[in-house]
């Protein structure tokens, strides 16, 4: 099998539809069901799975699309164990209804037999508004914003600095775990709301925001993400074999495995980081050919931020997960060629802020891994709260500037798909609600 | 160890392994289905009904063989298998039939006769359960193949009239010496709603059949219960219909040793002095509903069922996702333990006589 071919589908199976039936036979149909509570994005699953459990499968795929425009995308990604299903009443009884996977069947059962949630009729859609609102960044944030303003009526406009819509669905996820067939119908889904989207057109730079502003755009909501890589010290920057985890899983689905697979096939990989993406990123070093992978993380098992299937997946390709070591550097030839990481193995501490028991370096227990190519985990938390994010508001995405609105992973640092989908509907209730403040005035 | 229940029983003068037999239907269209089902452990067969040759049937009322075949079926049974009961269904369409059909199953070698009035897929004036629903015809039938043979003949009742005590009476005149009840109950199980076609469906045609399934067993012990009650009647009843829990041998084996029962006659109407008129019922004891609140899991079912459709007595707390009952108001209907998903957690607490409800809130 060619290496780019392990990237092109999801790994994971879907529920068909008997076993869809089955599953949501098992809810419980709770009252003020806990799981919608659950759910950041407000995606209703209580709503949905009595749906699907009383046959009434278009009304399921509504419920979704309607609360949630990229239900589908969220249905596959989401870390349902610690949001939804967490609260599954069910869990009493013998093991939560596996709602995330209910989810992505009903977006992919709505394709299947071709049922289009938001054709209604025209009498049952909102009255078409003037007001044009502008979208900077296709990307989970930017994507449930325009769809709630689309399904309001406004005219939105979307602009995409990159060839694709999506963000990190497109760019950050590997195709192992969401792939671009997926992504695709989903968009069109928004695109039947009337969203115009504008991909290759980047819209940064000083001022960018005011310009659209003065080109009649009534509101801006900013949701580029977060691409930068992570300041590496300078000597590093540079260092052949050194990826974050941007560049690295953005190449892959730029088609370029098989380059990448070049210069890993073969060789020790390392990964620093223990979240989802750091999984993703050791995951697919294994499907490129690595020799050995190794995910270096400097807390425990217990405190990883990957979901336990996710880690465990990882763990069944052949991931070594080195524990306890903190990475201190790397070392590298004349020529700039990365050599092999400087670790020091910890302990763990005290609580700190996050809740977690702080890693602790033991002292004179400094060692180093020889591997050659380093993927790097994009964020490590410790810097988030300084460079390029946006300060926009909780409650309302407003930022500093009138008129401006932003949301998902440039306020929050990376963070999950549903919260940015929430962000998005934030965004756009907010500014709905300031354009009809206008309107009344 | 306490000595093993014993589970045969006699009925019509013949011993039977155990009380499981498989009843006349699609299930036991050929000695070799039969012989399957006698391996793992069923005691008998109603074997599936023979007709006439060139009867006007449809597959699967009855037999889909000729007669021959199935007499040579019947016979290779009782041979290989001289424990076990074999029992010819026979259906006619005329007095002649119904005789014919009688001599060759007593000539092939079948314990009894079963006389099946109450097939639900005939159309003849006459025929299937149109002969059980008419009095005259069961008992004309029944009589004249008490003529010509002596096996045990147990009269098969369709569930499709009001009271079956007529047609089982009129079986007895006619020298039936026992009844079997239920046949399926007519009914449409689907339409299919891309076609409108009522399932199943028959390229293009569909038609009110015999439904089955455990939907039925109710009926099935009513019509039973009620014939059970006939001391007129006071015949052998064999029940049939929407049995299906219980691994039945080794099911009915533990339940007589738990309950220390030593034989299947000792079962045999145990419920009937307990089930009365809703008239009879004693009104002035009262209870309500007791949670065991350790055992919830927090769905709200309770809550939602005794809102919408109970005595209103329960409020929902919604911090800590549990039920909180007001004890007098409960109706004692106990529809929430229905609902309620965790076995054993909702259960009847009797009240003291001087207990007093609060009447439900009238509004307006």
């Known amino acids: 099998m060619k290496s780019s071919d392990r990237f092109s589908r999801m790994e994971e199976k879907g529920f068909d539809l008997s076993q869809a039936v089955a599953e949501a036979g098992r809810c419980l149909l709770c009252h003020e069901p806990p799981c919608s509570k659950g759910c950041p994005a407000g995606t209703d699953p209580g709503a949905f799975i009595r749906k699907l459990r009383f046959r009434n499968i278009t009304g399921a795929i509504r419920t979704v699309k309607k609360n949630n425009i990229l239900g589908g995308a969220c249905g596959v990604l989401c870390p349902t164990a610690r949001l939804c299903e967490k609260e599954c009443c069910a869990t009493g009884i013998d093991r939560p209804i596996r709602i995330g996977k209910l989810q992505r069947f009903l977006i992919e059962h709505s394709w299947k037999i071709g049922f289009k949630p938001f054709d209604a009729d025209a009498s049952e859609r909102p009255p078409r508004r003037k007001e044009k609102v502008a979208v900077v960044g296709a990307g989970p944030a930017g994507l449930s914003c325009a769809a709630e303003l689309a399904a309001n009526g406004f005219q939105v406009t979307v602009f995409e600095a990159r060839p694709e819509p999506g963000g990190v669905l497109r760019y950050g996820v590997p195709g192992f775990r969401f792939q671009t067939e997926f992504l695709k119908k989903e968009i069109d889904d928004l695109l039947s709301l009337g969203v115009e989207l504008k991909c290759s057109t980047p819209m940064t730079g000083d001022g960018a925001a005011e310009k659209l502003l003065q080109q009649g755009y009534r509101a801006v909501f900013l949701a580029t993400g977060l691409w930068k890589p992570v300041r590496l010290k300078k000597d590093q920057r540079d260092l052949k074999g050194l990826f974050t985890s941007m560049e690295f899983l953005s190449a892959l689905r730029e088609g370029k495995a098989g380059e990448l697979s070049k210069s890993i096939k073969g060789k020790v990989c390392a990964v620093i980081g223990g979240g989802s993406v750091a999984m993703d990123c050791a995951r697919s070093a294994v499907r490129l050919g690595a020799a050995d992978v190794y995910l270096l993380y400097r807390r425990s098992l217990a405190q990883m931020p990957a979901e336990e299937d996710e880690r465990t997946e990882t763990m069944n390709e052949g991931v070594h997960f080195l524990t306890l070591n903190q990475p201190l550097g790397f070392l590298a030839d004349s020529k700039g060629k990365l050599k092999g990481v400087k670790l020091i193995r910890t302990t763990l501490g005290a609580r700190d802020s996050s809740g977690r028991r702080k890693p602790v370096e033991v002292k004179g227990t400094g060692w180093s891994l020889p591997p050659v190519p380093s993927a790097r985990s994009a964020y490590p938390s410790l810097k988030l709260e300084r460079g390029g994010l946006i300060r926009a508001g909780e409650k309302d995405c407003r930022t500093s500037l009138r008129g401006g609105f932003a949301g998902g992973d440039i306020v929050r640092g990376p963070d999950l798909v549903v919260r940015a989908v929430r962000d998005g509907k934030t965004a756009a209730r907010s500014i709905m609600s300031m354009l009809d403040q206008k309107a009344g005035a | ?364």
């Open chain 2, 1 to 364: 160890m306490a000595k093993k229940p014993d589970l045969s029983v006699e009925f019509c003068g013949k011993t039977f392994l155990n009380p499981f037999l498989l009843s006349s239907s699609p299930v036991s269209n050929s000695a070799l289905m039969v012989e399957k089902s006698f391996e793992a452990g069923w005691a008998g067969v109603a074997y599936k009904t023979v007709v006439a040759d060139n009867a006007p049937i449809i597959h699967p009322s009855t037999s889909d063989r000729g007669l021959k075949p199935n007499m040579r079926d019947i016979a290779y049974l009782k041979k290989r298998w001289p424990k076990h009961v074999v029992i010819g269904s026979i259906m006619g369409f005329r007095n002649e039939e119904w005789a014919e059909l009688a001599v060759a199953c007593t000539d092939a070698g079948a314990d009894m006769l079963e006389l099946n009035f109450s097939c639900p897929h005939m159309t003849v004036e006459g025929s299937g359960a149109k002969v059980g629903q008419t009095d005259h015809l069961v008992e004309k039938f029944t009589t004249t193949v008490r003529k010509v043979t002596r096996l045990p003949l147990i009269a098969k009742m369709t569930p499709n009239l009001a009271d079956m005590n007529e047609p089982a009476m009129a079986a007895k005149r006619g020298g039936a010496d026992a009844i079997s009840a239920i046949n399926t109950v007519r009914g449409i199980s689907e339409v299919g709603l891309e076609d409108f076609v009522p399932k199943p469906n028959v390229f293009g045609k569909g038609a009110i059949s015999g439904y089955s399934g455990p939907a039925v067993k109710p009926i099935g012990l009513r019509f039973i219960a009620e014939m059970a009650k006939n001391k007129e009647l006071n015949l052998p009843l064999s029940g049939i219909g929407g049995i299906q829990t219980w691994d039945m041998i080794e099911g009915l084996t533990d339940y007589m040793a738990l309950h220390n029962v030593k034989r299947v006659k000792d079962l045999v109407g145990k419920a009937l002095p307990h089930l009365c008129e809703t008239g009879d019922f004693d009104l002035k004891r009262q209870g309500i509903s007791s949670y065991d609140l350790d055992k919830c899991v927090g769905c709200g079912q309770c809550y939602v069922v005794c809102r919408d459709s109970g005595g209103q007595a329960l409020e929902w707390n919604e911090k800590k996702r549990r039920p909180e009952l007001n004890e007098d108001k409960c109706l004692s209907c106990m529809v929430c333990s229905f609902v309620c998903p965790v076995d054993g957690l909702i259960t009847f607490k009797e009240m003291p006589a001087d207990w007093k409800r609060r009447e439900t809130v009238t509004l307006g």
